[in-house]
């Protein structure tokens, strides 16, 4: 019964070990993706300084970079505590190891100095010929033969702890190393934080000095935000409207017996079995589309918000802007029919995708490659994002509705 517990033990164990090699391995990949994100936002950084024409802009990717140095360390620290808890129970393994062969070298020893005080063959042979019957000649014979197998079988069992403790051994010392330099980078990374949050403070106090002619310009932006979110909403409708007609249309053909005098919906689409399938689709991968662009971070999350300089201004989105690097191309994020390509400015051009009752929109792209009634695939390239002249921002703006309702684009795209 005990040799089976300790075996049980030692498989939970073993168990246990390869779930943490697996989660370190995790920790590992997402270290790397959040250190790329951080050199993507310093790449970006790096552009606007050279413009020099947008300290807000300026503001919002270091603010992002800082979030992402924090995640970093969190992630590391992850790492350390992982990494102890393994080399705990790596620990405890060995401190077993060396107990049981201890255990069994004196054993091994005693059976050792037992053979050899009755190691001649001659004590052998008279061991069984001094037995009283054949029967108990043959059980004789026997044990010794057991036991010379036995013995053989210590031995090796000797042999296989001592290669096993010393396997145990070398991955404590390379788990040591590996600590030793994880703990390194983390103090590495506090003090390059530090150093970023003592650098955006010196932005924000120049920043506060610009104030009115900031609050100015958000004041400005968000007319024109509402603006543009009403000719969306009047095109969406409209594109509602024409689909329900259409629809209307073919039930007529189909029943030319049945006339409806019924009111065309322009705020609820009223979808076909094939359109149902794809809003279905669509609606099971919230949490799972992919990035509207292949780089960048949220700088504007949805619906109202303090404004990340001036928290007394509430800035009202209707989607999200995504700040992203220069040239960067704009992707359907699901495969879907263009429904509308709009001209909002002659540098502001947007593309609005259906997925059955759902909508895609693209806004502030400075080209459109797509064309309307296109059909499209999940990361298809639509177009190229614009950089402001003004400010030297690269962003955005993406909005997901359900016929005519905003959705919060956080909630349905992968997270980062």
């Given at each position: 019964m005990p040799k089976?517990?300790?075996?049980?033990?030692?498989?939970?164990?073993?168990?246990?070990v390869?779930a943490q090699?697996?989660?370190?391995?995790?920790?590992?990949?997402?270290?790397?993706?959040?250190?790329?994100?951080i050199?993507?936002?310093?790449?970006?950084?790096?552009?606007?300084?050279k413009?020099?024409k947008?300290a807000?802009?300026e503001?919002?990717?270091?603010?992002?970079k800082?979030?992402?140095k924090?995640?970093?360390?969190?992630?590391?620290?992850k790492?350390?505590r992982?990494l102890?808890?393994?080399?705990?129970?790596n620990?405890?393994?060995?401190?077993?190891l060396?107990?049981e062969?201890?255990?069994l070298?004196?054993?091994?020893?005693e059976?050792?100095?037992k053979s050899?005080k009755?190691r001649?063959?001659?004590?052998?042979?008279?061991f069984?010929?001094?037995?009283?019957?054949?029967?108990?000649?043959?059980?004789?014979?026997q044990?010794?033969?057991?036991?010379?197998?036995?013995?053989?079988?210590q031995?090796?069992?000797?042999q296989?702890?001592?290669?096993?403790?010393v396997?145990?051994?070398?991955?404590?010392?390379s788990?040591?190393?590996?600590?030793?330099k994880?703990?390194?980078?983390?103090?590495k990374?506090?003090?390059?934080?530090e150093?970023?949050k003592?650098?955006?403070?010196?932005?924000?106090?120049?920043?506060?000095?610009?104030?009115n002619?900031?609050?100015?310009?958000i004041r400005?932006?968000?007319s024109?935000?509402?603006?543009?979110d009403?000719?969306?909403?009047?095109?969406?409708?409209?594109?509602?409207?024409?689909?329900?007609?259409?629809a209307?249309?073919?039930?007529?053909?189909?029943n030319?017996?049945?006339?409806?005098k019924?009111?065309?919906?322009?705020?609820?689409i009223?979808?076909?079995?094939?359109?149902k399938v794809?809003?279905?689709d669509?609606?099971?991968?919230?949490?799972?589309?992919?990035?509207p662009?292949?780089?960048g971070f949220?700088?504007?999350?949805?619906?109202?918000q303090?404004?990340?300089?001036?928290?007394?201004?509430?800035?009202?989105?209707s989607?999200?802007?995504?700040?992203?690097?220069?040239?960067?191309n704009?992707r359907?994020?699901f495969?879907g029919?263009?429904?509308?390509?709009?001209?909002?400015?002659?540098?502001?051009?947007?593309?609005?995708?259906?997925?059955?009752?759902y909508?895609?929109?693209?806004?502030?792209?400075?080209?459109?490659?797509v064309?309307q009634g296109?059909?499209?695939?999940?990361k298809?390239?639509?177009?190229?994002?614009?950089t402001?002249?003004?400010?030297?921002?690269?962003?955005?703006?993406f909005?997901i509705?359900?016929?005519?309702?905003?959705?919060?684009?956080e909630g349905?795209l992968?997270?980062?």
């Amino acid at each position: 019964m005990p040799k089976f517990l300790l075996s049980l033990i030692l498989i939970c164990a073993t168990s246990f070990v390869w779930a943490q090699d697996s989660q370190q391995e995790k920790l590992e990949q997402r270290k790397a993706q959040i250190q790329q994100e951080i050199r993507d936002n310093e790449k970006m950084l790096q552009s606007v300084r050279k413009k020099e024409k947008s300290a807000v802009n300026e503001y919002l990717i270091q603010a992002n970079k800082i979030k992402l140095k924090e995640k970093l360390i969190n992630t590391t620290a992850k790492q350390e505590r992982l990494l102890s808890n393994d080399m705990y129970i790596n620990q405890v393994q060995v401190n077993k190891l060396k107990k049981e062969l201890k255990v069994l070298k004196e054993d091994y020893a005693e059976m050792i100095l037992k053979s050899y005080k009755s190691r001649s063959e001659q004590s052998r042979a008279m061991f069984i010929l001094s037995s009283e019957s054949f029967l108990q000649a043959y059980k004789r014979a026997q044990y010794l033969k057991q036991y010379t197998a036995f013995r053989k079988n210590q031995g090796l069992e000797i042999q296989s702890k001592t290669a096993q403790l010393v396997d145990f051994n070398a991955k404590l010392d390379s788990q040591r190393q590996v600590k030793k330099k994880i703990i390194v980078e983390n103090q590495k990374e506090k003090v390059t934080l530090e150093a970023e949050k003592k650098e955006q403070q010196k932005l924000v106090n120049a920043l506060k000095k610009d104030k009115n002619k900031i609050v100015k310009d958000i004041r400005s932006k968000q007319s024109e935000s509402k603006r543009i979110d009403r000719q969306i909403d009047r095109l969406i409708r409209e594109a509602i409207a024409e689909a329900n007609r259409k629809a209307a249309a073919e039930r007529a053909k189909a029943n030319p017996g049945s006339e409806t005098k019924a009111p065309v919906s322009s705020s609820k689409i009223a979808l076909t079995p094939e359109d149902k399938v794809l809003a279905a689709d669509f609606k099971a991968n919230r949490g799972r589309l992919p990035w509207p662009v292949e780089k960048g971070f949220i700088s504007l999350g949805y619906g109202d918000q303090p404004h990340p300089l001036h928290p007394s201004i509430t800035v009202h989105n209707s989607g999200v802007e995504i700040t992203t690097e220069d040239g960067a191309n704009a992707r359907a994020v699901f495969a879907g029919e263009v429904s509308k390509v709009i001209v909002l400015s002659p540098v502001n051009k947007a593309v609005v995708i259906q997925h059955g009752d759902y909508f895609t929109v693209y806004q502030n792209l400075s080209s459109v490659s797509v064309s309307q009634g296109d059909k499209v695939s999940i990361k298809q390239s639509i177009g190229r994002v614009r950089t402001s002249g003004d400010t030297g921002k690269t962003i955005i703006k993406f909005l997901i509705l359900q016929n005519t309702s905003n959705n919060n684009p956080e909630g349905w795209l992968q997270s980062r």
